[in-house]
């Protein structure tokens, strides 16, 4: 018996198709990988403003405000509460753009989409700010006439970090490109 005869078999005694998708565990297993990428979005957003924020205080306290101090600890300083600042207001915006999102199967599929691609984003922008934080500890190394060892502590921490949000930034696309094939298999409906 040929595949096409078993399904006109199959569709006359049930009265339904053969291949159905189940619309509600396809919602829920959608919400939940939605509700996967908030999750990490939001711890992630939350430690790099503590860990910026928590840097920045600490390099204001290693350096007391006298004659003499140094100048770059001052100005990473201020570069850390720059960045404080950006992740706080890109949060801010991210809020306000998930509530664009219905609740539906296609509302949270673009909500996952588009919190992976602030992920992916973030970690690029956190990346590249290494160049900058690593020219300033530099040079402070080097007015503090410390330059060898700060460089190689600066080097080792800051290729270690650099590795570490590159698997992140891999682990994001990867999950952004999931998502994106999923979307492009209901719109097709394949």
Do not use: C
Request: proline fraction near 2%.
């Amino acid at each position: 018996m040929e595949f096409d005869e078993m399904k006109k078999i199959w569709d006359a005694q049930n009265n339904q198709p053969l291949y159905v998708i189940d619309e509600k565990a396809l919602h829920n297993r959608i919400q939940s990988k939605m509700n996967t990428v908030v999750r990490l979005t939001n711890i992630g957003d939350w430690l790099l403003i503590v860990i910026f924020f928590g840097t920045g205080i600490v390099l204001l306290g290693s350096n007391p405000f006298k004659p003499g101090a140094n100048i770059f600890l001052y100005l990473e300083a201020a570069w850390m509460f720059a960045i404080v600042v950006y992740l706080v207001v890109s949060r801010i915006r991210r809020i306000k753009a998930s509530r664009q999102f219905d609740r539906s199967i296609h509302g949270d599929l673009n909500h996952a989409i588009s919190l992976a691609s602030y992920q992916m984003r973030l970690s690029q922008i956190i990346r590249w700010n290494f160049l900058p934080m690593g020219a300033i500890m530099i040079f402070s190394g080097w007015e503090a006439g410390k330059l060898l060892r700060v460089s190689v502590v600066i080097l080792v921490s800051y290729s270690l970090a650099f590795y570490v949000t590159s698997k992140g930034y891999l682990a994001n696309k990867r999950r952004k490109r999931a998502l994106q094939v999923l979307k492009e298999k209901l719109e097709t409906g394949n």
